[in-house]
């Protein structure tokens, strides 16, 4: 017998709403990196640099550029063990 796995799909949030709460994190010591959802191909991207919000992102899987503005993002909370 197989079983399957199946993990929510990931949500996107406004942006202004995203950097409220990430510099919240970032004050207590953990680093952050902004994901979002390519609008083109669904691909779930995370950004290269830590701590750092941005209104577009490219797409590594198609090339495709987002308008994260419009469309939200998320944020993956690195923290101190």
């Known amino acids: 017998m197989t079983s399957t796995v199946r993990y929510p799909q990931p949500?996107?949030?406004?942006?202004?709403?995203?950097?409220r709460t990430a510099n919240e994190?970032?004050?207590?010591?953990?680093?952050?990196?902004?994901?979002?959802?390519?609008?083109s191909c669904g691909s779930r991207q995370t950004m290269e640099e830590e701590n750092t919000f941005y209104l577009k992102g490219k797409c590594e899987a198609c090339g495709h550029t987002t308008d994260i503005q419009k469309d939200g993002c998320n944020y993956m909370l690195v923290t101190g063990i």
Do not use: W
């Open 25 to 39: 994190h970032i004050a207590q010591g953990s680093v952050i990196y902004q994901k979002f959802t390519c609008e």
């Open 11 to 19: 949500k996107n949030y406004p942006v202004a709403e995203c950097v």
